[in-house]
């Protein structure tokens, strides 16, 4: 089946710092990629909806300025947060579709999520 | 508004079976889908359906009712390495996916 990976799988960093995080389909084109972050025992949590070539489209709530998102081509997104702080710490995942496929029946496929703690 | 409503937590035997349900209130309905998640990993895909009726995959199936907005996945033969969060999710009139909080599935010996 089709491949997302992202990367890192971890990073500890200091508050104030900025984190990068990269999603990269690996067999499919994905116009469109999907953030999320999920605290401990909580559901995932759509943060945006990554487009390529325009802006992401963030959810109610998240700071576009602090998450910031591109996507650049049609296998890699990236998300990075900036300045991040100790409630920053969380499991940040991306998933993609291929849009090679019809689109209601397409499986999201999810890289291996990353954990972000910042002390 | 948009729900998905899932139990929180069971807890099961090993050998036996269980059943996860859920329920959903989307803003159109394009297909619901179930999801496995083990601790500190991302979500893996188990089942998708869009037609009433159960679809039978191994030791898993996943049923759905559109008429009344609800869905199981069905565990058989269960196993200690089963022991996971179990995701259900909507996809709503845009093609979005509404998650449901996860049921977290505790085998026993």
């Known amino acids: 089946g089709a491949v997302v990976s992202q990367h890192p799988s971890w990073v500890i960093c200091k508050s104030g710092t900025s984190v990068k995080i990269e999603c990269r389909s690996l067999d499919f084109q994905a116009t469109t990629m999907f953030w999320y972050r999920q605290f401990p025992k909580q559901s995932l949590m759509l943060m945006a909806t990554s487009n390529e070539g325009s802006k992401a489209t963030y959810e109610q709530g998240v700071e576009k300025d602090k998450f910031l998102i591109n996507h650049a081509s049609l296998t890699l997104s990236t998300l990075t947060v900036t300045s991040a702080h100790p409630e920053d710490s969380s499991f940040y995942i991306c998933?993609?579709?291929?849009?090679?496929?019809?689109?209601?029946?397409?499986?999201?496929?999810f890289g291996q999520g990353t954990r972000l703690t910042v002390v | 508004g948009q729900n998905i409503d899932q139990p929180t937590e069971m807890t099961a035997t090993e050998g036996a079976i269980v059943q996860i349900n859920c329920t959903y209130q989307?803003?159109?309905?394009?297909?619901l889908f179930w999801y496995q998640q083990h601790a500190g990993e991302a979500p893996t895909f188990l089942s998708y359906?869009?037609l009433d009726g159960l679809e039978e995959k191994g030791r898993f199936s996943s049923f759905l009712s559109r008429s009344k907005g609800y869905s199981y996945l069905l565990l058989k033969e269960l196993q200690m390495k089963d022991s996971a969060s179990y995701l259900c999710?909507?996809?709503?009139?845009?093609?979005?996916?509404?998650w449901g909080a996860g049921t977290k599935l505790i085998i026993k010996p």
């Open positions: 359906n869009v």
């Open positions: 998933s993609a579709r291929d849009h090679g496929q019809a689109l209601a029946d397409t499986e999201a496929f």
């Open positions: 999710a909507a996809t709503d009139s845009n093609y979005q996916l509404i």
């Open positions: 989307t803003s159109g309905f394009n297909g």
